[in-house]
């Protein structure tokens, strides 16, 4: 299996200011034939489903903020929420659909500072 | 408006048997494979199972191989899990998702609120 290690597991960061978060898989999730990878970013707030704001490892799904964007390729990926905002409170995880099984990162807790 | 509505979870005993359903509706059920994926209280998303869109190929996780079948009615646009010998590290809020595309495995951009399954004696 893949495995998905995100990093950190928590994070504080100050309203209006940058959060980082990263991801590493085991392998690379990169598909050579259509070069894309197959790396998504979900957002889960308390008591809510998980919402998917980025695919193929760099794609905003719709009606995500732009605030949102990801990047890296391979084994490395980031999430990078370029001004924090009060509603970004959430725990963040990584997930590759490149083989099955479909694996998830542990996710990152992210706070306000 | 797509929409995945889970019912199904209950209480049960360690050896039990359990059925959850998934009611989908607002997309073209056929034409994408669904999946579920269990969060246990406090923890991070698993993978459990996939059927395909036209429902001729499954997938599970290692940890349910064996116990879980999942099934779909693309006539009722309903997805089910079975849930057999269960055990108490099957205990979580069991989520049903749609796949952005018809892949397998795939990212998944619609999900259900989930329904909590409970095993315990």
């Known amino acids: 299996d893949i495995v998905m290690t995100q990093s950190p597991d928590s994070l504080a960061v100050s309203l209006g200011e940058r959060a980082t978060i990263n991801c590493k898989s085991s392998q690379s999730v990169l598909y050579s034939s259509n070069n894309k990878n197959y790396l998504a970013w979900y957002q889960q707030k308390p008591g809510q489903p998980p919402k998917l704001l980025i695919y193929w490892a760099s794609m905003r799904e719709s009606g995500v903020p732009d605030r949102f964007s990801g990047s890296g390729s391979g084994t490395d990926f980031t999430l990078t929420i370029s001004s924090l905002q009060a509603e970004d409170v959430a725990v963040y995880y990584c997930q590759q659909y490149y083989r099955t099984p479909a694996t998830f990162g542990q996710g990152t807790k992210l706070e306000i500072k | 408006e797509v929409q995945l509505l889970e019912s199904g979870g209950d209480f049960v005993q360690p050896g039990g048997s359990l059925r959850l359903s998934c009611a989908a509706s607002?997309?073209?059920?056929?034409?994408?494979?669904m999946y579920w994926v269990r969060q246990a209280p406090g923890k991070g998303l698993e993978w459990v199972a996939t059927i395909s869109g036209r429902g001729g190929s499954t997938y599970y996780g290692d940890s349910v191989k064996g116990r879980f079948t999942i099934s779909r009615d693309s006539f009722q646009n309903m997805v089910y899990l079975q849930m057999n010998t269960l055990r108490g590290e099957d205990t979580a809020l069991y989520y049903c998702?749609?796949?952005?595309?018809?892949?397998?495995?795939?990212?998944?951009?619609?999900w259900g609120q989930g329904t909590m399954v409970t095993v315990s004696s």
């Open positions: 998702a749609k796949s952005v595309r018809d892949l397998i495995p795939d990212a998944f951009d619609v």
């Open positions: 607002g997309f073209t059920f056929s034409s994408y494979a």
